[in-house]
């Protein structure tokens, strides 16, 4: 995130409060700690805690409090969601997650099915009951441990062992009644070892307490193939998120439905630009961008969305590369 966005939220924060939003109240809406909203207000991207030697530490604010803020404040562009078949399996097996507390797994075996799109969506409208963790390639154990304790806005002074910090989360679900957290972006092949012992360890602190729910592409292969294999910890997972899983179907399947269907929810209703984009599109990725595009330089400029209009603000047709 550059510098100047996190400006641009700092000062929407600083008018959201002159304009009487409490602090407080960004901090229940957004999830983010009020030591960070404090330090964002005042044009900081750090905040100041102090180590086990009494020192003073800066510690750099994550760009995901300055997006959750925003996403509050709705300083962004608008989001365009889709109502499609894989969002609606996907809320179905979340809501059975959260009313259960069992442990589920969701998978895809390509890219662009929804499934990310779907689940953030689905926390924002639990925010109360329900925690999203995106892992990244990059991410130890300890990694997963500290995101989901400070979604949860638990500090910890000094350093504390992975076991009671399991007791902090556990503490924590139990008096504030959260009964799902989703870990997503768990690919086949990224995973580290430590991290998916992490993961076995919080859905068996957590069992009976809240679902733990796991999600990424290739994830019903990497598992039950390495349970199969003897791999280590893997039949332990498998058996553990086996019983309630849901593999997602690709965009393609079918491609002009996906296409209809988004579009004449995000008002665009001509057939021929709904041709277009089917043309085009190969993933709800591609299709949020275009449908973005088309009401920022079509629709918001009071032009019609039509054939024409569209394929001309996108470079879909009268264009050298595209030319039909």
Not at 283 to 301: A, G, S, T
Request: glycine share 6%; net charge positive; aromatic share 6%.
């Amino acid at each position: 995130m550059t510098t100047e966005t996190k400006k641009q939220i700092a000062e929407a924060v600083r008018q959201a409060i002159a304009s009487g939003t409490s602090q407080a109240a960004l901090e229940g809406k957004s999830g983010v700690n009020n030591r960070y909203i404090q330090a964002i207000r005042d044009g900081l991207d750090y905040v100041e805690q102090k180590d086990r030697n009494d020192k003073v530490q800066k510690t750099a604010i994550k760009d995901e409090y300055y997006i959750k803020l925003a996403d509050v404040l709705g300083i962004f562009q608008k989001q365009f969601h889709f109502n499609t078949k894989n969002y609606q399996r996907i809320v179905q097996m979340c809501d059975y997650a959260k009313s259960t507390l069992r442990s589920v797994l969701i998978d895809s075996r390509e890219s662009g099915a929804g499934k990310t799109h779907s689940l953030t969506k689905y926390a924002k409208a639990h925010r109360k009951e329900v925690i999203y963790i995106k892992h990244t390639s990059l991410m130890k154990g300890r990694d997963l441990i500290e995101d989901i304790l400070d979604q949860m806005n638990i500090t910890i002074e000094g350093r504390m062992s992975n076991t009671r910090k399991l007791r902090l989360i556990t503490n924590k679900v139990l008096t504030k009644q959260i009964r799902l957290i989703i870990i997503d972006e768990l690919d086949k092949g990224t995973v580290a070892f430590d991290t998916w012992k992490v993961i076995k360890d919080i859905r068996d602190a957590l069992d009976h307490k809240c679902s733990v729910t796991i999600s990424g592409k290739g994830l019903i292969s990497e598992l039950k193939g390495g349970s199969d294999a003897g791999k280590k910890l893997m039949p332990q997972l498998w058996r553990r998120f086996s019983t309630n899983k849901l593999l997602l179907t690709y965009f393609n399947a079918p491609k002009q439905n996906n296409v209809e269907t988004a579009c004449n929810e995000s008002g665009i209703t001509d057939p021929a630009v709904h041709n277009l984009l089917a043309k085009f599109c190969y993933d709800f990725q591609m299709l949020r961008e275009y449908i973005e595009d088309i009401h920022r330089l079509v629709i918001d400029k009071g032009l019609e969305a039509n054939y024409q209009n569209v394929g001309t603000a996108l470079g879909l047709i009268n264009n050298q590369n595209n030319i039909e």
